[in-house]
Every structure is written in structure tokens, then in C-alpha cells.
């Protein structure tokens, strides 16, 4: 019997191992998500990638509308076409304010607790839970149990979260408000429940009707101060909703996430401040905003004891809990807070005044919101919100959110975040500005080269990619196509470019170029040097035109950038080859270097003058730590571009030693300018072991 029951388990483990090694066969032969010729299954809304296979995914990722993937989405291409430094991004609510100064000192000195990074109740601990009871009190005049009618929560969202999974059954119906934070449309697919809508109108203050909801859902969510638009509650709302809840047996969940960040200095009511709030109602508030602690996901739920404890309950379903020194920082920072909070309204409201004040100049009729530290501002006529974020994001790139993402209604405005300073948000309208866009000129009034660029825009065939999905699998495909268009270019089958292109050999990066490098091209012809940012080179119709775009950069660089300076390149006796292309790349760090990449017509790449630009100015160290930050973007530059051997010339000994330290070798001796230069290389497999142990993350 023994025996059998042996050959039985050989035969199983031998059919195992069969199979493992049939499947490990087949894995090897998947093709790779770069080849041209993989099926792929996309879902645009998710960005989602699948390979067809054995193992979907789960139903509700494609029941999901929700909207910020695909807007972010757009706004990593645009980085990646214009230089992540070039693109500013007023879009995502992330506050860049500090938080407050003693928040992060008992932040600090708790991570050095013994039991700091121990297990701890999932419903919070008791210093936090005393200081958000105190602060109700003062704040909203309302008394709340520190023992029984407090939970502490990763962030608003994950408070919503566990409240669905309390109390909503499969197939319930939520009410959502639109326009309104897409996040809860996210939670309810998440959840298998039912989404209803409820319209906010602008007539309307955007404030609910609860005579139009339906009596028969399960959870309502409201959200004062309201995220897009700035819109306060007034306690008579809450009121309403209260009666309505108790009337037809329907959860509330108010999100109050922007509860302290208001623009006149009024506070907001709160729903706690209505009787009898606690037995139908949770609200939520949040630390993100008000003491700018994003990063660190913490918030609290507000109740009655039964349904805290059912909220627990669904905690414990999940597990999870707040990390302990950050909620004694959140203590800490409530208990410190009205100075801070003056501080942080004061500094949104004066980038908010600013804003206003370059929006109306554009033709806006945008005004202040109550609260939050949003615009929402009208696009001009006869666009929607998504061809006038793209229109606004390819042709100056800034960013706005499109009010689409909050939902059918928000379309027709944009949602502008004051996440950047007076100086950056200035920059941003300045930008604007040059780009000739305006709020008050309609879409059909503007050149029909114009409206055809934006078709492409929304399309997703603006710039040289035939088609750039925003699904990130579907754009690294375009690679290829891209690298096809630049060699058709540089081969003078393209006449628009065959004037300023030298022999078959020379590789160009034609806007793969990325992470922030401001790039120039200097072309020799015709014995002058001529200056142009890539995205701004040709088709041009002559030389001449070309030449002139030249000397008004130059023009501008002498003026406003470096005044002082030698034109790029910084050589002061030396002269230009005419044999080849040059590439300047300029690294954004406090001690500033020019490095030239010059691709000669035989195609070898030589980095040239990392330190001869005159404003580099430093300590030796800083100026070495300068150096390694350009040539890993000369090394970028020539990995990305198909460039496979990088060179450098130097006659300086500690230069010798210093890229002998980052892994160049020898390969002899040669004469620049009169001087006699040792020649140092880096090949392909050396650049890519340079990147590795500088940490430089090259995927598209």
C-alpha cells in the first residue's frame, strides 16, 4: 500500500514538474511588450496593459470611469516631449507648503521609540484621538467622545472606503455629487454598489436639491468645502440633509477635506454642528491640506459610537493602521494649528489674488473661491474642458485639471491649483500669455491652423508620433517610428530638413530629448553659428529665417540669462568644426555647466567643455558633483539616441583621474585646439553601468 501511495506521488511530481517546464517554455517564448507585432489589450480609461491569457483581471478595471489616469497620463507625455523642468503642473492637489515646524520635530524624535514601529490599534491612538476632540470643540462647538466617536484613517479616501465596506450591500445606490471628486466613483466600482448622480448648479450655489434625490439609495456623499469649485455649505444645507437622511434611512458621509483653507478668513459649518447628525452621518476631515501632510495619509472619521464601531469592523477586514509617529504629529499639529492655518490662507490667497488678477488680464472672468485653494474658471467659448487642457498643456505647457474628471457637468471649466509659488504661477500665466491663448476668444474665431492643431491634440496626433495612446505600453512603441522619421531626415529624403543636416552617419535625438535638458543645436553652414531650442527648429522656409530665430535667441540669452557670458558654446579662442553638430545640454543645478555633445560626421560622440562655461563657479567638490549630474545626461543622451561610444579630450590631469573614477578608459592621445589631449571612452556597457550606480532611471 506503502509502495502505491509512493508511485502515485513520483507520478504526480514527475507530471508537475512536466508541466512547469512546458509553461517556463512558453514564457520564454512571450514576446516582448516592445515588439510591434504583440497583440495588446488596452483599456485607455486605466491605462491598462494585458497580455492574452490565462488569467484576466477582474471586471470591475474596466467598469471604472475613472478620469485622472488619462490626464495625468497626457501630462507625463507632454514632459516627455518638452523636458520634465519645462512643463508646470497646476493640476494635481498637492500642496507644496511645509507642514507645520512642530509636527516635524515630534515626528522625528517619535520614530526613535521603542514602540514606534510596533503594531497599533487600527482605530487610532488616544493622543491623537484627545487632541481631535478638543479641536471639534473649539473649532465647530461640537462635543465628541474621544473614547467612542473618533477613528483614525490613511487619508480621506481610505475612511470612504471602509464606510462602503460597513455599510453598503452589493448593488446599493450611492449618490454622488456633480461635478465631484472622481475618486468616490473609483470606490463605488471598487465596491460592485450603484452610482447616482445628483446635479450642483452653478445657479444654484452649487448646493444639492434634496427634493430631486432619490429616496431610495443607501449612502450620500457630500463634499463642503466643495472640490472643484470652492463652494461653502451653510449649516441650513446640513440641516436639509440631515432631515433627508433620517427620512428615508440614508447613510451621510460629508468629506470635509478643505475645511480650513478659506480665502476671505470665514470658516465653513461643519455637518457635526446639526442635531442628530452623529446617528446618520460620518465626517471625514483630513490633515493633507490644512497642515500640508499629504504625504503622510493620515485623517479621522467622526460619529456615533455604533457606527464607529462598525467602521472598525471593516477596518479589521482589511487591516492596517496609522503609523504611530505620524499621528503624534497630527496631534501636534492640531494642537499648534490657528497660527499655522493664518500663515497657509494667508499664502493661498495672495497666489490666488495673483492668479485672478493674470487670469482677467487674459480675458477670464474667473473669481475667488470661498474656499480650497482652487480656481475654477471658465474655458472660452466653443471649447470643451479636454481640448482646452491640451490646447493649454502642448502649446505653453502648463497644466490645468479638466473639469471632466469631476464628472458630465464639470465640462466647460478648468481647475487650477495653487500648488506653486506667486513667482512659478506668474511664469505659468507668462507662458500663457506668449502662447497667444485667451479665455475670451472663441475657438472657432481662432486660425484654422490653430483649430487643426488641436484636433491632433485631442486625437492624440499632435507632434511627430503618428499615434501617442496614452496607455504607456502602446506610446514606447512609437519609439521606433520616431527613430524611422529622424533617419529619414537625416538621409535628405525629408527637404524640409535636408539644409540643415550634414552626411547619412550623424544620429539626432529629434524630441527624445527628455527630464528637464534644454536643448540647443548649433549648425555650421554658411560659416555662422546658429542657435534654436528643438522644438522650436524647423521646417523653416530658408536660411535666412533660420538665422534669424538664431540671433534672437542669442539676443535673449545675452540680456536676460547670462549677460556677462560668452555665447554657447564658451569657447573663447577656439573655433567650430564644421564637421559636425552640436548639442548643448544644460544641467539645472545650483552651480550651473555647459556640456556640449558633439556628433561628428563620422558618428563618433565627444562630450566637450564641462568646465569652461565662465559663470561655473564652486568648490572643487561642487563643481565635480555638477560634472557627473551633465555627463548622465550625455550619457542619456547618447543611449536614447542609438549612440553606442562616448568620448572625451582632456590636457588636465585631475580631469583624467576624475573620469577614470566614473569608468572611462584610456584609448590614446590627440590634439584640440592646439593642445595635446588624452582621449578617455565610455561604451555602451560602461554608460549603462554608470547609470546603474548613479541611480539614472532611462525608461520611457
Request: positive net charge; aromatic residues 10%; proline residues 5%.
Amino acid at each position: 500500500m506503502r509502495i502505491l501511495q509512493l508511485n502515485s506521488i513520483v507520478s504526480a511530481k514527475a507530471a508537475a514538474y512536466s508541466e512547469r517546464n512546458r509553461i517556463t517554455k512558453e514564457k520564454r517564448n512571450v514576446p516582448s511588450p516592445l515588439d510591434t507585432n504583440v497583440t495588446l489589450k488596452v483599456d485607455s480609461r486605466l491605462a491598462l496593459v494585458s497580455f492574452y491569457g490565462k488569467i484576466k483581471p477582474a471586471e470591475r478595471l474596466q467598469k471604472s470611469n475613472y478620469k485622472i489616469p488619462e490626464y495625468i497620463g497626457e501630462i507625463s507625455k507632454a514632459r516627455y516631449f518638452y523636458g520634465n523642468s519645462s512643463v508646470v503642473d497646476l493640476s494635481m492637489g498637492n500642496p507644496d507648503i511645509i507642514p507645520p515646524k512642530k509636527a516635524r520635530k515630534v515626528l522625528k524624535d517619535k520614530v526613535d521609540d521603542v514602540w514606534a514601529s510596533r503594531y497599533n490599534s487600527p482605530k487610532g491612538e488616544s493622543i491623537l484621538f484627545h487632541s481631535i476632540s478638543k479641536w471639534m470643540q473649539k473649532r465647530f462647538g461640537v462635543e465628541i467622545d474621544p473614547r467612542k466617536e473618533i477613528m483614525v484613517t490613511s487619508g480621506a479616501s481610505d475612511a470612504v472606503d471602509h464606510i462602503f465596506t460597513a455599510y453598503a450591500n452589493y448593488g446599493d445606490k450611492v449618490l454622488i455629487p456633480d461635478p465631484g471628486y472622481s475618486l468616490y466613483d473609483d470606490l463605488i466600482v471598487r465596491h460592485d454598489l450603484k452610482k447616482e448622480t445628483y446635479p450642483l448648479d452653478p445657479k444654484n450655489g452649487y448646493l444639492p436639491d434634496f427634493s430631486k434625490m432619490p429616496a431610495d439609495a443607501k449612502i450620500l456623499i457630500l463634499n463642503y468645502p466643495h472640490n472643484p469649485t470652492g463652494t461653502f455649505a451653510t449649516k441650513k444645507t446640513f440641516e436639509e440633509a440631515v432631515k433627508f437622511a433620517n427620512k428615508n434611512g440614508i447613510l451621510i458621509i460629508h468629506d470635509m477635506d478643505n475645511s480650513e483653507i478659506t480665502h476671505s478668513g470665514k470658516k465653513p459649518a461643519g455637518i457635526m454642528q446639526v442635531k442628530g447628525a452623529k446617528d446618520v452621518a460620518f465626517e471625514v476631515h483630513t490633515f493633507s491640506k490644512a497642515q500640508s501632510m499629504p504625504g503622510l495619509r493620515v485623517a479621522f472619521a467622526i460619529s456615533d459610537e455604533e457606527n464607529i464601531q462598525n467602521l472598525l469592523k471593516a477596518k479589521y477586514l482589511s487591516g492596517g493602521s496609522v503609523y504611530t509617529p505620524v499621528q503624534a504629529a497630527a496631534a501636534a499639529a492640531l494642537d499648534d494649528e490657528e497660527g499655522y492655518i493664518q500663515t497657509v490662507n494667508k499664502i493661498y490667497r495672495s497666489r490666488k489674488n495673483t492668479a485672478i488678477k493674470r487670469l482677467h488680464e487674459l480675458g477670464s472672468d474667473a473669481k475667488p473661491t470661498q474656499g480650497t485653494y482652487y480656481l475654477w474658471a471658465k474655458v472660452p467659448p466653443d471649447f470643451n474642458s479636454d481640448e482646452f487642457f491640451k490646447y493649454v498643456l502642448h502649446k505653453s505647457q502648463i497644466a490645468f485639471t479638466p473639469g471632466t474628471v469631476f464628472g458630465d457637468n464639470g465640462d466647460g471649466y478648468v481647475r487650477i491649483v495653487m500648488s506653486a509659488n506667486e513667482k512659478q504661477i506668474n511664469q505659468a500665466f507668462d507662458k500663457i500669455e506668449k502662447a497667444g491663448i485667451r479665455f475670451d476668444i472663441s475657438k472657432l474665431d481662432l486660425p484654422e491652423e490653430t483649430r487643426n492643431e488641436i484636433d491632433k491634440m485631442v486625437d492624440g496626433t499632435y507632434s511627430i508620433v503618428a499615434k501617442a495612446d496614452s496607455d504607456y505600453a502602446e506610446y514606447m512603441k512609437t519609439l521606433s517610428k520616431k527613430r524611422t522619421i529622424m533617419q529619414e531626415r537625416i538621409k535628405g529624403k525629408d527637404p524640409k530638413y535636408n539644409a540643415f543636416v550634414v552626411k547619412d552617419t550623424t544620429k539626432l535625438p529629434w524630441n527624445l530629448l527628455r527630464d528637464g535638458q534644454k536643448v540647443y543645436l548649433q549648425n555650421q553652414k554658411e560659416g555662422v553659428a546658429l542657435f534654436g531650442e528643438i522644438r522650436d527648429l524647423p521646417p523653416f522656409s530658408s536660411p535666412e529665417e533660420y538665422r534669424k530665430l538664431a540671433l534672437e535667441i542669442k539676443k535673449q540669452w545675452k540680456q536676460e540669462k547670462y549677460p556677462q557670458a560668452e555665447i554657447l558654446p564658451p569657447y573663447k579662442n577656439g573655433k567650430f568644426y564644421p564637421d559636425a553638430n552640436y548639442f548643448v545640454l544644460k544641467a539645472d543645478d545650483k552651480i550651473q555647466a555647459i556640456a556640449n555633445v558633439e556628433i561628428q560626421n563620422d558618428g563618433i560622440v565627444w562630450g566637450r567643455s564641462l568646465n569652461s562655461a565662465p559663470w561655473n563657479q564652486g568648490k572643487d567638490k561642487q563643481i565635480k558633483n555638477c560634472a557627473t549630474s551633465v555627463i548622465q545626461r550625455m550619457v542619456s543622451f547618447c543611449l536614447e539616441t542609438g549612440n553606442n561610444t562616448l568620448k572625451f579630450a582632456t590636457d588636465k590631469p585631475e580631469n583624467i583621474s576624475y573620469y577614470k573614477y566614473l569608468g572611462m578608459k584610456t584609448e590614446g592621445e590627440r590634439y584640440f585646439n592646439g593642445s595635446k589631449c588624452t582621449v578617455l571612452r565610455f561604451d555602451k556597457e560602461d554608460m549603462e553601468q554608470f547609470l546603474k550606480r548613479y541611480q539614472v532611471n532611462l525608461a520611457f
